[in-house]
Nanobody
Framework: QAQVVESGGGLVQPGTSLTLSCAAS????????IGWFRQAPGKEREWVSCISSSDGSTHYADSVKGRFTISRDNAKNTVYLQMNSLKPEDTAVYYC?????WGQGTLVTVSS
């Protein structure tokens, strides 16, 4: 059964960094494009970033471009989201999606 599990969220101060992980089981991540999404309280889920299966190209929402970096470790079957210079508006539950499968999300809270 295909599953993804997000981890790495937490409470951090503005300006600091955090790395989220998306670990897959039941399928091979690098065969599929993987996306990170987030949902802030009271808002709709929005796309944050994705990495292509074909050439590993990466794409980012304007709101995180230059601050977030998506990467993939094929040996660990895991995709990461490195988040730098975090802002309070980055506070959300972060989800990854691969092969149409959603994880349970991991909460990131950016607050002083």
């Amino acid at each position: 059964q295909a599953q993804v599990v997000e981890s790495g969220g937490g409470l951090v101060q503005p300006g600091t960094s955090l790395t989220l992980s998306c670990a897959a089981s039941g399928f091979t991540l690098n065969f599929y494009g993987i996306g990170w999404f987030r949902q802030a309280p009271g808002k709709e889920r929005e796309w944050v970033s994705c990495i292509s299966s074909s050439d590993g190209s990466t794409h980012y929402a304007d709101s995180v471009k230059g601050r977030f970096t998506i990467s993939r470790d094929n040996a660990k079957n895991t995709v990461y989201l490195q988040m730098n210079s975090l802002k309070p508006e980055d506070t959300a539950v972060y989800y990854c999606n691969g092969r149409g499968v959603w994880g349970q999300g991991t909460l990131v809270t950016v607050s002083s």
